[in-house]
């Protein structure tokens, strides 16, 4: 019942819900961007506190479309599920989550740390060994009080990703020969993008949040005309000729801040837009990449490491074995060899995990690759935005246009504002 496909029982699969691999190679990844997409959508929505935000943890309501489920979480709630991700797929990417609370949290650092566990969660429950994971279930559906408990007593029964994978022992089997030179390309090319969606990410922020000024200025530019037109300062008798005209043109003026109240919401809505459509999909597509260089560097300084400093353990005790042998000390040598047989099966298991973890690396450069068409995405959103935007703006102005030009027509027309050419179709004198 966890998958999204129709539940159609069938007697040659004795497992339904196990993950199906590709036929052929296990190494390839079988997948498109909207079949991953379609796994799940999980909402994270801040449950407002009635004492304030600041005297009580702030919580989350986090419902999943595909478990139909909806639960409470706090942060610490999300700091246990990734730890203990990291703890049952050491060689997958698991998303960083967002900075813990600093003293004196705003509604801004509130909000966007809101937006990074939405994004955090959504990338977990899309991958596919997470989502086929007993952890994001429990951490998805599990309504009980203590979830921090209930994961951690799931994993300690369970080991990691290694021991629980049957090809974990054969995947050198299914390993290309220059692995460590696809590795090498494969890293240089995700860096190289990953800079460029920084960079993106950041131009499509300031796009935003000036569209949210420009909101801003048009409001105060109306309300400044309105102010103008509702001006009750009584006129001086030396002005009195032109009083009509005065009387006309404040009525006129009053009536603009409505267009300009228009226009700034117009504004307010599409700079909005674009920081949900666009800017939140930049940085989905940051965090990934962010989890693949976070990965890559797990694997340099975990296995590698570890499998060198067993090596260099090993070639100790044999030094030492010798040393023994030669001094006639039988007990020494006993224990030495029992330790050198131990130490020759933990070099074996950590072969086993090196080769293990460049086949998952293989597949996890694989799922980015999956991810790329996501800048279609982006770029449509983009564009509709500025389309949508600029067409609903361009309805108000025009609704101004004719307004302006008759703001000076009075009984005795004594002003007249500059000529529009007449295909305008500005309202005639």
């Avoid at 999204?4 to 029982?9: K, S």
């Avoid at 943890?57 to 979480?73: D, G, T």
């Avoid at 429950?125 to 429990?138: C, G, N």
């Avoid at 459509?277 to 300084?301: A, G, I, P, T, W």
Wanted: one cysteine or more; charged letters at 25%; glycine letters at 4%.
């Amino acid at each position: 019942a966890d998958l999204l496909m129709p539940q159609v029982t069938k007697d040659r699969d004795p497992e339904p819900n196990r993950m199906q691999m590709p036929q052929g190679n296990p190494l390839l990844l079988s997948y498109t961007l909207q079949e991953l997409l379609a796994r799940d959508t999980v909402q994270v929505e801040l449950i407002p506190e009635k004492k304030g935000l600041f005297l009580k943890h702030v919580e989350y309501e986090v419902s999943s479309q595909r478990f139909k489920s909806s639960v409470y979480r706090r942060y610490n709630d999300f700091v246990v599920f990734h730890d203990v991700l990291l703890h049952r797929f050491p060689y997958r990417m698991v998303p960083a989550l967002p900075p813990k609370r600093m003293l004196g949290a705003d509604k801004e650092f509130i909000e966007a740390r809101r937006r990074a566990l939405k994004r955090f969660i959504n990338l977990v429950a899309r991958h596919p060994p997470f989502s086929e994971d007993v952890m994001l279930k429990l951490f998805l559906s599990f309504s009980g009080s203590d979830v921090q408990n209930k994961l951690k007593e799931s994993a300690q029964s369970v080991g990691d990703e290694f021991m629980n994978c049957k090809l974990a022992t054969r995947a050198k089997d299914f390993l290309p020969a220059d692995i460590q030179t696809q590795f090498a390309v494969s890293r240089e090319l995700i860096r190289n993008i990953y800079n460029s969606f920084y960079k993106l990410r950041d131009r499509a922020e300031r796009i935003a949040s000036r569209a949210i000024d420009n909101a801003a200025d048009l409001l105060i530019f109306g309300k400044e005309l309105s102010a103008l037109g509702s001006d009750t300062t009584p006129l001086p008798s030396w002005a009195t000729l032109n009083s009509s005209t005065w009387g006309a043109l404040k009525q006129a003026l009053k009536g603009l801040s409505v267009e300009f109240a228009l226009l700034a919401d117009k504004a307010a809505q599409q700079g909005k837009q674009e920081e949900n459509d666009v800017v939140e999909k930049l940085n989905l597509f940051l965090d990934l990449l962010q989890s693949y260089k976070d990965l890559c560097e797990r694997h340099e300084r975990g296995v590698l490491h570890k499998h060198q400093r067993a090596l260099h353990k090993y070639s100790l005790m044999k030094r030492q074995m010798s040393a023994a042998v030669q001094n006639r000390e039988p007990e020494s040598v006993e224990q030495l060899e029992s330790r050198i047989v131990e130490q020759e099966n933990a070099i074996q298991t950590m072969e086993l995990r090196n080769y293990f973890s460049l086949y998952c690396l293989h597949q996890e450069t694989q799922l980015i690759h999956v991810y790329l068409p996501l800048t279609s995405h982006i770029l449509g959103a983009f564009v509709n935005s500025q389309i949508q935007g600029h067409k609903e703006m361009s309805k108000v102005w025009n609704d101004l246009k004719p307004k302006l030009n008759c703001l000076f027509v009075g009984p005795h027309s004594v002003l007249t504002p500059p000529r529009s050419p007449p295909e305008d179709g500005m309202c005639s004198h």
